[in-house]
């Protein structure tokens, strides 16, 4: 065993901002001194050892010291929580509050209080530096908490190393538990064509971590689901011209037709171009490591970019290499680690959480399975599959969903029934509605661009069979409808609810329009 550095913060009380400092010096100094949080008074064995301390290892460890349980989390990074509040979920908000700002602006450019806005180019480096400046504050919440209100035990800024099913060596000791439970998470997927290793070319990881230059007025985005849109969107929304680069089609997740529609047209009215059955062929070097264009072959033919800047949004492989070696666990053809619904690897004793077991790669798995791995540990039968879950992406806006399209909709059942704003008509994306937060410029003088929405709904049950929206602030109310549609809920239901007007989603008062009806009949 390699012997590093250590510091014992277990019975230091530190403040959010001493933590914060402390944070910061060991990753922006990269110091390989460990800090240990162990509470040597408990001769427990421990329960698990949660290797990684993201979304799942934390969450996971948290329910099982809950229910009585010892754990440990040994986490490489100097802090808890993972990729999300460091280089994943958080600066891709961040990026979208500033498309959704900048597309009002621009929208807006010259009239009432607006600054003129065309021609005008902002920056992304400092948009990138203020993110990297502000996220140590949610690092710093999250080692505190877990230390002082949630009482976990780990060990931080030290990688482990897997010696057996229960043994992991790190910092210089070695430390065993009844099982382990890996949460090695997932990194993004490398481009691989020639010149892909040249300055200039970024993932969502590299972007916040490396950027030291202002991009050129040119953007190529090689991808088209979600982290591809959500940062296409922001860097458009800069003022460069933003090339989507696509090699089927793009944002073929959003499941209704209608609503990727939409959502399609107002991007490219924002002036993002999607290539779709196009394809990155090389990346051309300009005598001095860096980017100087790209190469594309399109349904055209080959065309080449002019630019400096590449971001590449390909998906996600999970880090399980270092598990398989060690210990032989079954990997998938994608690199994830095969479990059963209770988080169990091929392996006795050995679980596996989070993005280390494949799709879908979302933060609410990682948590829960997490949880659902500490409840079999703790001697409870609990079974987990990710699925019949509500979904959202950014663009300039924000699109939710949950359940079933029309399109799946009409397949399955014999009386569809569509609720939905704007209406179908001629002229219906004039209609200034929806309308409501974020949105009431946009329908006051822009009407086309106020959202869209749609509720799908069994007419013979009458139930609830799937909800889409466009906007903003619906994603919050998607998490609890998800649950009431599972739950069997009615239109007649949501007619009976009483709504915060204006609201986001409008399928509480349009439902009560049509609730009075024996037999249902869109609207």
Same mark, same amino acid.
């Given at each position: 065993?390699?012997?590093?550095?250590?510091?014992?913060?277990?019975?230091?009380?530190?403040?959010?901002?001493?933590?914060?400092?402390?944070?910061?010096?060991?990753?922006?100094?990269?110091?390989?001194?460990?800090?240990?949080?162990?509470?040597?008074?408990?001769?427990?064995?421990?329960?698990?050892?949660?290797?990684?301390?993201?979304?799942?290892?934390?969450?996971?460890?948290?329910?099982?010291?809950?229910?009585?349980?010892?754990?440990?989390?040994?986490?490489?990074?100097?802090?808890?929580?993972?990729?999300?509040?460091?280089?994943?979920?958080?600066?891709?908000?961040?990026?979208?509050?500033?498309?959704?700002?900048?597309?009002?602006?621009?929208?807006?450019?010259?009239?009432?209080?607006?600054?003129?806005?065309?021609?005008?180019?902002?920056?992304?480096?400092?948009?990138?530096?203020?993110?990297?400046?502000?996220?140590?504050?949610?690092?710093?919440?999250?080692?505190?908490?877990?230390?002082?209100?949630?009482?976990?035990?780990?060990?931080?800024?030290?990688?482990?190393?897997?010696?057996?099913?229960?043994?992991?060596?790190?910092?210089?000791?070695?430390?065993?538990?009844?099982?382990?439970? @890996? =949460?090695?998470?997932?990194? #993004?997927?490398?481009?691989? &064509?020639?010149? +892909?290793? $040249?300055?200039?070319?970024?993932? !969502? *990881?590299?972007?916040?971590?490396?950027?030291?230059?202002?991009?050129?007025?040119?953007?190529?985005?090689?991808?088209?689901?979600?982290?591809?849109?959500?940062?296409?969107?922001?860097?458009?929304?800069?003022?460069?011209?933003?090339?989507?680069?696509?090699?089927?089609?793009?944002?073929?997740?959003?499941?209704?037709?209608?609503?990727?529609?939409?959502?399609?047209?107002?991007?490219?009215?924002?002036?993002?171009?999607?290539?779709?059955?196009?394809?990155?062929?090389?990346?051309?070097?300009?005598?001095?490591?860096?980017?100087?264009?790209?190469?594309?072959?399109?349904?055209?033919?080959?065309?080449?970019?002019?630019?400096?800047?590449?971001?590449?949004?390909?998906?996600?492989?999970?880090?399980?290499?270092?598990?398989?070696?060690? @210990? =032989?666990?079954?990997?998938? #053809?994608?690199?994830?680690? &095969?479990?059963? +619904?209770? $988080?169990?690897?091929?392996?006795? !004793? *050995?679980?596996?959480?989070?993005?280390?077991?494949?799709?879908?790669?979302?933060?609410?798995?990682?948590?829960?399975?997490?949880?659902?791995?500490?409840?079999?540990?703790?001697?409870?039968?609990?079974?987990?599959?990710?699925?019949?879950?509500?979904?959202?992406?950014?663009?300039?806006?924000?699109?939710?969903?949950?359940?079933?399209?029309?399109?799946?909709?009409?397949?399955?059942?014999?009386?569809?029934?569509?609720?939905?704003?704007?209406?179908?008509?001629?002229?219906?994306?004039?209609?200034?509605?929806?309308?409501?937060?974020?949105?009431?410029?946009?329908?006051?003088?822009?009407?086309?661009?106020?959202?869209?929405?749609?509720?799908?709904?069994?007419?013979?049950?009458?139930?609830?069979?799937?909800?889409?929206?466009?906007?903003? =602030?619906?994603?919050?109310?998607?998490?609890?409808?998800?649950?009431?549609?599972?739950?069997?809920?009615?239109?007649?239901?949501?007619?009976?609810?009483?709504?915060?007007?204006?609201?986001?989603?409008?399928?509480?008062?349009?439902?009560?329009?049509?609730?009075?009806?024996?037999?249902?009949?869109?609207?």
């Amino acid at each position: 065993m390699t012997t590093t550095k250590s510091m014992n913060v277990r019975g230091e009380k530190l403040a959010l901002e001493e933590w914060g400092n402390l944070i910061e010096s060991l990753h922006d100094e990269k110091t390989d001194t460990a800090l240990f949080n162990i509470d040597d008074k408990d001769d427990r064995e421990y329960d698990a050892i949660f290797l990684g301390g993201g979304a799942g290892g934390r969450f996971g460890s948290a329910y099982l010291r809950a229910m009585g349980g010892r754990q440990l989390i040994i986490e490489r990074w100097p802090f808890l929580g993972g990729s999300c509040p460091h280089n994943a979920c958080v600066p891709h908000h961040v990026f979208s509050d500033c498309a959704a700002e900048l597309m009002l602006q621009r929208t807006f450019g010259g009239t009432l209080w607006f600054p003129p806005m065309e021609g005008v180019v902002t920056s992304i480096r400092e948009v990138v530096d203020l993110f990297r400046r502000g996220r140590t504050g949610p690092h710093a919440m999250m080692n505190y908490q877990s230390k002082e209100q949630l009482d976990l035990e780990y060990i931080l800024n030290a990688p482990g190393r897997i010696v057996d099913p229960h043994t992991v060596d790190v910092a210089g000791r070695r430390f065993t538990a009844k099982n382990l439970v @890996l =949460g090695l998470g997932a990194r #993004p997927q490398a481009l691989d &064509i020639p010149g +892909s290793g $040249l300055k200039g070319v970024y993932s !969502n *990881v590299s972007l916040v971590e490396t950027l030291d230059y202002e991009p050129s007025d040119t953007v190529v985005v090689i991808g088209g689901s979600k982290t591809a849109v959500e940062y296409g969107a922001f860097f458009s929304a800069t003022g460069r011209r933003t090339i989507l680069v696509v090699r089927s089609e793009c944002l073929k997740l959003i499941p209704d037709a209608e609503i990727r529609g939409y959502v399609l047209d107002r991007m490219k009215e924002q002036g993002v171009e999607i290539w779709e059955g196009s394809e990155a062929l090389r990346i051309e070097d300009d005598g001095e490591g860096r980017v100087q264009a790209v190469v594309v072959r399109t349904p055209d033919g080959e065309k080449r970019i002019e630019t400096d800047f590449v971001f590449t949004a390909l998906g996600e492989i999970p880090n399980s290499e270092m598990p398989a070696q060690a @210990l =032989g666990v079954e990997v998938g #053809p994608r690199n994830e680690i &095969i479990v059963n +619904s209770r $988080l169990q690897t091929s392996v006795p !004793n *050995v679980y596996a959480i989070g993005d280390l077991i494949g799709a879908p790669m979302e933060m609410f798995k990682a948590r829960k399975s997490g949880m659902y791995a500490a409840r079999n540990i703790m001697g409870f039968e609990a079974h987990y599959e990710p699925k019949d879950f509500p979904d959202f992406l950014h663009t300039h806006y924000e699109v939710s969903w949950l359940g079933l399209s029309e399109a799946e909709a009409r397949v399955r059942h014999r009386n569809v029934v569509i609720i939905k704003m704007p209406p179908d008509n001629p002229n219906g994306l004039n209609a200034a509605l929806p309308a409501s937060d974020r949105t009431m410029l946009y329908a006051m003088a822009k009407p086309h661009m106020s959202g869209y929405q749609k509720l799908v709904i069994d007419g013979d049950s009458r139930r609830v069979l799937g909800a889409h929206h466009v906007g903003y =602030g619906a994603k919050d109310a998607f998490q609890y409808l998800n649950v009431l549609v599972k739950q069997g809920l009615t239109v007649d239901d949501l007619g009976e609810m009483d709504e915060l007007f204006l609201n986001p989603t409008h399928f509480i008062q349009l439902s009560r329009l049509r609730s009075g009806r024996k037999h249902l009949v869109d609207l």
